[in-house]
């Protein structure tokens, strides 16, 4: 068996780093009692609307949780079609589908995101919103999005998951559309330590409803006034991320310069991932393009270095939505793209050797292949 030398992920890792702080965000729970929605949870929303330069934050219990409440809280419902982009996490598309409305699939372009120019022709009088995806941590094109959205009468809801600290044309992800969902899954670039999320918006209506929706619709401990779930983020793991919040400036520091490492060393080696001028990337995943994508993943892990693909099933070839959605079957770019890519690992903790390591070795594998070519 392969010995694993560099992870994709370590989670371990950052749990000893940050130990003292995360035991002290626990201990102080513990003190005050104050296990739901406790001050932390407060502060947290408002520490994080002004980085995303919104009026409101609420935080909720998962990302998959900010984008079904905030689709019902702009009120769609069943029958209204829903567009979104094929190659997302299933969350988006799951999200659609519980409030009973119908995801509509569309094609991404090569910078991995919607294609906006494909948005218009799925358009039906059933369209109700647009679900942009801001995916591997690149804003989707947002200006010409909520061009098509205002010129059609759709809300557009922002899909942030991976976009926590990225910006486009200087304007943070979350600040762009009627509201944006994010997760504060451990996995994302900014995170508690278990299931979290929330939602931007500066919509004050929709913030309200939002804040019923993930407390039983309740205004007060006795009044109920709409059916809601139970959907609010923990005390504890607001204290963590407040104790983590500060940090996360630094993150997105170090996984652009690894990113940057990347560029320089692998020009020519793999199809690099692009990255818009006016766009401020912030790498949830570095995703890569090969045309033996399977070949290479097996001599990478061959060298203890492992890799992943986000995500190797297109939405519309889930069992889950097979029939419940719509948008033709053809998605050209997202099929070829499906069929190439490799996210590498970057994060923070992630040291200079490691990335010498990959990229050598990324390198050795380019160079066996033209060598066979020309035997
Ligand atoms: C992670 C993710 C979600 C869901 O977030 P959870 O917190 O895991 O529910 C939704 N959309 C995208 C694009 C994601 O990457």
């Given at each position: 068996m392969t010995s694993i030398?560099?992870?994709?992920?370590?989670l371990k890792l950052r749990g000893q780093r940050y130990s003292d702080r995360l035991h002290k965000a626990l201990s102080d729970t513990l003190d005050a009692?104050?296990?739901?929605?406790?001050?932390p949870v407060q502060e947290l929303e408002s520490r994080l609307a002004k980085l995303c330069g919104t009026k409101h934050a609420i935080s909720v219990n998962s990302g998959y949780d900010a984008l079904a409440l905030s689709l019902e809280a702009m009120g769609i419902g069943p029958g209204d079609e829903v567009i979104t982009a094929?190659?997302?996490?299933?969350a988006t598309a799951g999200a659609i589908a519980r409030v009973g409305a119908i995801p509509v699939f569309c094609d991404i372009a090569e910078d991995y995101n919607i294609d906006p120019f494909q948005?218009?022709?799925?358009?039906?009088?059933?369209t109700k919103a647009i679900i942009p995806v801001h995916l591997t941590g690149q804003c989707a094109r947002m200006d010409e999005i909520n061009e098509i959205a205002c010129r059609h009468g759709l809300l557009c809801l922002e899909d942030a998951a991976q976009a926590i600290g990225a910006s486009y044309k200087g304007r943070p992800a979350g600040s762009w559309g009627i509201a944006a969902a994010f997760s504060l899954h451990p996995l994302k670039n900014f995170h508690v330590l278990g299931d979290g999320g929330f939602v931007t918006t500066n919509d004050d209506g929709l913030a309200e409803r939002i804040k019923l929706l993930r407390n039983h619709g309740l205004v007060d401990r006795d009044t109920c006034v709409m059916y809601g779930a139970n959907s609010r983020l923990d005390t504890l793991q607001a204290r963590f991320a407040l104790e983590l919040l500060d940090e996360l400036p630094v993150w997105t520091g170090r996984v652009r310069e690894i990113a940057q490492m990347y560029r320089s060393g692998l020009e020519g080696v793999v199809e690099l991932p692009i990255s818009h001028d006016d766009s401020y990337h912030v790498y949830h995943n570095f995703v890569v393009r090969a045309k033996d994508r399977g070949r290479l993943q097996a001599f990478l892990f061959g060298h203890g270095i492992e890799t992943k693909i986000?995500?190797?099933?297109l939405l519309h070839r889930n069992d889950a939505f097979k029939n419940r959605f719509?948008?033709?079957?053809?998605?050209s770019m997202a099929e070829k793209i499906c069929s190439e890519q490799l996210s590498l690992p970057i994060y923070p903790e992630m040291d200079d050797e490691s990335i010498a390591m990959l990229m050598d070795t990324l390198i050795s594998f380019v160079g066996n292949i033209f060598n066979e070519s020309i035997k």
């Open positions: 030398v560099v992870p994709f992920v370590n009692g104050d296990f739901i929605m406790g001050g094929v190659n997302s996490f299933v948005i218009e022709r799925h358009i039906t009088p059933r986000h995500y190797p099933v719509k948008g033709g079957q053809c998605f």
